[in-house]
């Protein structure tokens, strides 16, 4: 019996230490998962609050910033669009008014800076000259454009009677035509910069983004950039025209506070700007330089030439012209590119009568009138002087028109003329006249020597 209870004391005295081992290892245990699951709770708390700003930014992404940049895009599309079309058929200017450089025409203008043609301010790319050049070419009638025109005689003396050469370039016009790039004044680089400028912000309303999506829009102020070839190189391989619009756009969500901007829209268009401005520009330089060239026929397989004659009628009678250039290859909404220059009605250009052969004639009057006969008879351009047995004289009338208008012919006095004479050796003056209708000729002074009178 007591050997029994010995070995059961020895047995309790042994389990103590263990249990106390397992109650540790327990308490342990339920410390680490407390601590895991502190570190997971801690860590779950911690991606909610990083990834917060993330979702309302991918909200706002899906709500507002590409909805607002193809709305800014289209903008910026249709203002260009406007821009280049009105510039075109404008006379390549865009009025104040209109967003652009050039300043709004008034009433009075009409005729002189401008016209109305399809419901639009028309510019006078082309002006009558103002100013001689020298002793070289003139302004003004008679000597317009130069006094033998068009020919031109050994030594400048036409009584040598030697030609040794026809010219038909002269000065025929004054050019009023925009440079094409910066810094030239209004150039149409500028005048589209500026216009897209003006215009983007009024396009855009912002209205339905504010109530529909619950976003604060707020914009700063455009800076337009319009690239166009800079030089023949470049223009003879162009194939667009691109716009860069840096503008500032800031987009806020109210409901989370998410805010974006958009800053930088760009397009470009398949138009050979610097091409068809190249080309225009040769159209109208050509037109003020030589009287015998007609803008109609620069017509190519791509570009195509008209002339609206009489777009305006003078007070004198006398009408301006709009040339349309429209290219082929460059499109805008669906029609060609588009270009109007209006040109002021220019005085004709008489070819020269030489007075020099006018002067180996004597007029003798015939027998019996000797004071006053009727000799000198015109027939469409057939200009023919009766002196009386046994010879006539008679020239060909011929004028050049740097407008393409029909010509008539005329003298004054008018024909059929009576010439007087009294003495043998007297001077009679007269004019031939070339015409384009109403005031606008240009005129030359003949003069016919006097024989003996007969007895």
Request: glycine share 0%; proline share 5%; no cysteine.
């Given at each position: 019996m007591k050997q029994h209870q010995s070995r059961l004391a020895s047995f309790g005295s042994q389990g103590s230490p263990k249990k106390a081992q397992l109650t540790l290892m327990i308490l342990t245990g339920?410390?680490?998962?407390?601590?895991?699951?502190?570190?997971i709770w801690l860590g779950s708390k911690t991606a909610t609050k990083r990834t917060a700003p993330e979702a309302e930014q991918q909200r706002l992404r899906q709500l507002a910033v590409q909805p607002a940049k193809d709305y800014v895009q289209n903008c910026l599309d249709v203002t260009t669009s406007t821009a280049l079309e009105l510039l075109g058929k404008q006379g390549g200017v865009l009025y104040q008014s209109q967003g652009g450089l050039t300043e709004d025409v008034q009433l009075a203008d009409i005729g002189r800076t401008h016209v109305v043609y399809d419901t639009l301010n028309v510019s006078y790319v082309i002006h009558r000259p103002t100013e001689d050049i020298g002793t070289i070419f003139f302004a003004n009638p008679p000597e317009y454009p130069f006094r033998t025109f068009?020919?031109?005689?050994?030594?400048?003396?036409?009584?040598?009677?030697?030609?040794?050469?026809?010219?038909t370039t002269g000065y025929f016009g004054r050019l009023r035509f925009p440079p094409l790039h910066k810094p030239g004044r209004e150039s149409v680089q500028e005048q589209l910069e500026t216009y897209i400028a003006?215009?983007?912000p009024l396009c855009t309303d912002w209205q339905t983004f504010k109530d529909v999506h619950g976003l604060d829009i707020s914009t700063g102020t455009p800076a337009v950039a319009v690239r166009i070839a800079e030089s023949l190189t470049q223009a003879a391989t162009e194939q667009f025209f691109a716009v860069l619009a840096n503008w500032t756009v800031t987009i806020t969500d109210k409901t989370t506070g998410g805010e974006t901007t958009l800053a930088e829209f760009s397009l470009s268009y398949p138009v050979h700007l610097a091409q068809f401005y190249l080309f225009v520009q040769s159209i109208v330089i050509n037109d003020i330089s030589n009287a015998?060239?007609?803008?109609?026929?620069?017509?190519?397989?791509?570009t195509h030439v008209v002339v609206v004659e009489n777009a305006h009628l003078n007070a004198d009678g006398s009408g301006d012209d709009i040339i349309i250039v429209q290219d082929a290859q460059s499109v805008l909404r669906g029609r060609p590119l588009e270009f109007r220059a209006l040109r002021k009605n220019r005085y004709p250009a008489l070819v020269w009568v030489n007075q020099t052969d006018l002067d180996d004639y004597r007029f003798i009057p015939a027998i019996g009138k000797c004071s006053e006969t009727e000799s000198i008879f015109l027939s469409g351009n057939d200009l023919l002087i009766k002196f009386g047995d046994p010879k006539d004289w008679r020239a060909e009338l011929e004028a050049l028109d740097p407008d393409e208008d029909d010509i008539t012919f005329a003298t004054d006095p008018p024909a059929p003329a009576k010439i007087k004479v009294r003495t043998a050796g007297e001077t009679f003056p007269f004019d031939v006249c070339a015409s384009d209708g109403g005031t606008t000729r240009d005129c030359q002074e003949l003069s016919l020597k006097t024989g003996d009178c007969p007895p």
């Open positions: 339920i410390v680490i998962l407390f601590a895991v699951f502190t570190v068009p020919y031109l005689f050994k030594d400048n003396d036409e009584h040598t009677r030697s030609i040794i050469a026809t010219q003006n215009n983007l015998s060239y007609d803008p109609r026929n620069a017509s190519a397989e791509s």
